[in-house]
């Protein structure tokens, strides 16, 4: 039945959103592309587990998680990224700088999440609900769940980017840091709140989708590559546009799989990204016009 | 006819022939099949630097798809020596024009788009290589392709480690020549001229589109090599072995040993390697120092280590320069 | 020799060039000047195949060149210099006017990876010419240095030699004397008139420096908002009406 396969596509795609809305916050804020923003959903999913399975319930563990999330993300941030980024040189090769040291983080987090949980899947084993019927099909409540998530933290973001003052600092920082700063805006507080309310929008799609897929050291990384799919179709830096970009993807990937099969759905994502990248590299609602040298 | 007919610089001919020497002596030296085996490791991965450092270092085309080429360049050796019984010649030939040609396929889109963006795009077409290779009937699916001929030239087998060892070295050798001629040669120049500044190469007469797919061609050449060698010295090969991990591994070598420099290749793929192979046993603790290795190299040691050693000779060189008398310096710059 | 017929560049809905048509005639030294955004560096970029005019076509001896790539047009033997200076860092100053001569090059990718007999002659004439043009430029004792490890002022001199060495038959020149002090510039004049007469090389350049053009100039065109607005020898253009209107401004 294709409605349901559509609100799992679209439930799956708004994780992936979420993912690829925290990649876009942080291109938008610091200029790059962060490779380790998987291991960020990964430890938001850890932490959540780590919470409930000590019989906290499950919201608390979810907000407790996300907490510890963005505070260490930040501390990462400022002690490691921040130093990087200040400095002149990096590689005689323009742009390998960051994605060597995302790499690196990328590798290290993984490694010591397999030390301290070990290899084997952990599952909450949390209980939403029974089935939910809808007409004639029934699904698990856990997608609407996550469809109910999102769409509450896409108001509070667009809330946040319109209506606050720190929300309003993170746009100006994005076109123009110089400026912003000769203006009064803090740009290294305002920066590193963006990468915190990044952690915080992956903890949330790595604890949800913990409860899809389960909580794994390696569990981000396909997923990441599919959040850079998203945010490049939807446009690298735009955060409406990076969900948008993860809903299609889900969307495309879910039906599409139950056509070619469930083991390429993978690839037609990938091969959607490549795509734009050749064709619009802008996505399909550019972020910043981008200046012709 | 001499050796240095063929090698292009007097001090890497001197390097090459040391290389070759110390390659020639060790299974003389140690009986222990495990360190050949090391070497054996060492040779293939000094392969997927070379690679790597001819288009990221040296061209300044990031590729994070390496592992994807040592894959298709192992699948191909692999089901061509299974499914039709050729000899390791022929199926080199074929790996290399399949790499060649899945070489420019993935340079194309280096014509358009580069940093960051050019990263994706490559990590997208590896992990699309080993899904597909993972859920292929003939593939093998998860199982991968077993029972694969060991290597061999005219007919004869390499029964042990030790023979294996020195097959994959010559070809080492044969490829280190190669890339050092055409890194000496003015077609290095090329690629060093797009790495710093695309549009200024174009308007002193360089085809960069031609420059850009022959640097993609060199690292899937390389890689697929690499696999194919793989892929019959290992006799079984399955889509867990080419993972994204993997690139995180050949990024550390040519960072660690220097973008800029081949030998900084060869060191980098020597060190990470043995390290790699010999800390098995703590494969987390041993990833985690390569991910801190890789953060500290950012940090502190842009160049890598023949990079800084060579930049800290010419500072001194130009420095020498200036002093009362000083002579006009004559280290060439390796950066 | 460079003849540009009824130019005009629009990007988008800005006009950076308006029918704007000139000859360079073969073996002079052409000036084009202007007041800031007249369109003289787009027009070089026209003339080098970065940008394709929206209308308009450019010929050299007699072919047509409109819109060919960079490197087509860098054969057919036009260099050209910029005005941000584009030189190669990551190479020595040697290897910089070693590969500045791969248009004249003779040997193939294959020569270089079996380091055949073609390639070393080919490339020890190479390397030859590159130091006759270091000596020229009096960089010999920089041979072996970074370009990035240079001065400003040489820096200079070596992208003129970069566009000079593979002894193109026309020369861009964008503002190749911006930023030099009296003594280098001399060198400067005395180089391009070397080039001019013993090389063979016409010159077109973008300049801002008075005293340089009206020194070496025979011939300028002048560009107002990417309109040519006059065109003659430079004592022509010092006293006419219209020039010094658009640098200066009319009394009112």
Known sequence: MIFDLIIIGLSVGAL???????VSLIYASLDIIHFAQGEIFTMGAFFGWIFYSHNIPFIPSLLLAVICTSIIAVIIQRVIYKPILKMSSGFSVRGLTFIVAGFGMSIILQNVFWLLFGAVSKNYGADFGEMIDLG???????????????TFLMLLIHLLLKKTKIGLSMKAISYNKQISSLMGIDVDQVTSFSFGLAAAMSAVSGILSAQIIFVRFNMASVMLLKAFSAAVIGGLGNVYGSMVGGLLIGVIETVGGSVLGTEYKDVISFAIMILFLLFKPSGLFAFRTKQKA | MKIKNFISGNKDTILILLFAIIVGVLPLITQNDYYIHIGCMIG???????????????????NMGQYGFYAI??????????????????TLLVTIVVSAFFGIIVGIPSLRIEGPYLALCTIGFAESVRLILNSADWAGKANGIMRIPSLEIFGLEMQNKAQSFYF?????????IIINNLMRSNYGNRFKAIKDDSLAASVIGINVTKVKLLAFIISSIYGGVAGALYARYAGYINPLIFIQALQTNFMLMVVLGGLGSSWGAVLGAVLVTVVYEYTRAYVQYQKIAFGILMILIVLFLQRGIIGTVAYHKQQKSIADQHKPGGKNPTTEVES | MLKLESISMYFGGLCALNDVSFEVAENSIHGIIGPNGSGKTTLFNIINGIYKPTNGKVFFNKRDITGMDPNLVAKEGIARTFQLLRIFPSMSVLDNLIVAQVVIENSSVFDAIFYTPRLRKDYDEL?????DMLKVLGLENKAYNSADSISIGQRRMLQLGIGAIRSPKFLLLDECAAGLDPANIDKLLELLRIFRGEYGITILMIEHIMSVVMNVCERLTVLDYGVKIFEGDPYEVQNNEKVIEAYLGTNP
């Open chain 1, 16 to 22: 992936y959103g979420l993912l690829a809305l925290s």
């Open chain 2, 73 to 90: 360049g192992a699948y191909t050796c692999a089901l061509i020596s299974t499914k039709l019984g050729l000899g390791f010649a022929p």
């Open chain 3, 127 to 131: 390397r030859k010419r590159a130091f």
């Open chain 2, 168 to 176: 994959i070295m010559a070809i080492v050798v044969i490829c280190i």
């Open chain 2, 44 to 62: 293939i991965n000094i392969l997927l630097a070379l690679g790597m450092h001819a288009v990221t270092g040296l061209a300044g085309q990031i």
């Open chain 1, 136 to 150: 004639n099909m029934s699904m698990q409540p856990i997608y609407l769940i996550v469809l109910v998530v999102a």
